[in-house]
């Protein structure tokens, strides 16, 4: 059963527009998320977070929002870049864990000049 | 920022060979360490939480005799993949978990991964 979903397996902007990743979850539990950019074999690097109390959290060119009502986030990248081709993974953690991260299958950004 | 080091980044053996992999954390102490492995076009999927001091807790399916882990230091933990086979192949990477407050946006640091190929 997979608790993070991220439905849009891959996807395609233009440079400079905005990059929009969603993420789906199930766990009323979760109350903390994260965006984690991946480049083929190298470990995740982390981008952003957002605890549940709030709903939006904006670092520099990302911005995460959330809507805990819809159980959905996303992730916002403008102006996206070519250097943003990669996959990112949404990433949530249950209150009460030891840090176990529950990752989605991820989004394959491809950002084109 | 927190560094955590993973090593080898790549390794090719034969099959029924050992391997090991360490994950350090260079700039802070881990009392919790995770192991993750990744499938071509697929997730990271947790395989086993490791606590410095005491055995490590597997995830579902994952065979504990085959994937050793040892932490037996707050710098230190291992993955041993014990009498690998083929389809042992994968990209194996450990994070670290800091409790430390100057880390407190990212509960887990990524090692860069180890690419397992067993031949």
């Known amino acids: 059963d997979q608790q993070v979903k991220q439905n849009s397996p891959s996807l395609s902007v233009q440079e400079g527009r905005i990059s929009i990743l969603n993420c789906d979850y199930t766990?009323?539990?979760?109350?903390?998320f994260l965006w984690y950019k991946k480049y083929p074999a190298e470990g995740p690097t982390f981008l952003i977070s957002?605890?549940?109390?709030?709903d939006k959290n904006e670092d520099g060119r990302f911005t995460v929002f959330l809507n805990k009502s819809a159980k959905h986030l996303s992730l916002h990248i403008v102006p996206s870049q070519p250097g943003d081709s990669a996959v990112y993974f949404c990433?949530?953690?249950?209150?009460?864990?030891?840090?176990?991260?529950?990752f989605g299958k991820g989004t394959k950004l491809s950002v084109k000049p | 920022g927190a560094v955590v080091s993973q090593h080898p980044s790549w390794v090719i053996c034969k099959s029924g060979t050992s391997v090991k992999i360490e994950c350090r954390s260079l700039?802070?102490?881990?009392?919790?360490m995770f192991w993750y492995r990744q499938f071509p076009k697929q997730s990271l999927m947790l395989m086993a939480t490791s606590n410095e001091g005491s055995k490590a807790t597997y995830e579902q399916g994952v065979e504990k005799d085959k994937f050793l882990i040892n932490h037996a230091s707050l710098t230190l933990s291992t993955l041993t993949v014990t009498s690998a086979h083929p389809e042992d192949s994968s990209f194996y990477i450990c994070?670290?978990?800091?409790?430390?407050?100057?880390?407190?946006?990212?509960?887990?640091?990524f090692g860069d991964g180890t690419r397992l190929s067993i031949l």
């Open positions: 957002i605890s549940s109390i709030k």
């Open positions: 700039d802070f102490q881990a009392t919790t």
């Open positions: 994070s670290a978990f800091s409790t430390d407050r100057s880390y407190s946006n990212q509960p887990q640091h």
């Open positions: 990433a949530a953690i249950r209150k009460g864990s030891q840090g176990n991260l529950i």
């Open positions: 766990n009323s539990m979760f109350d903390y």
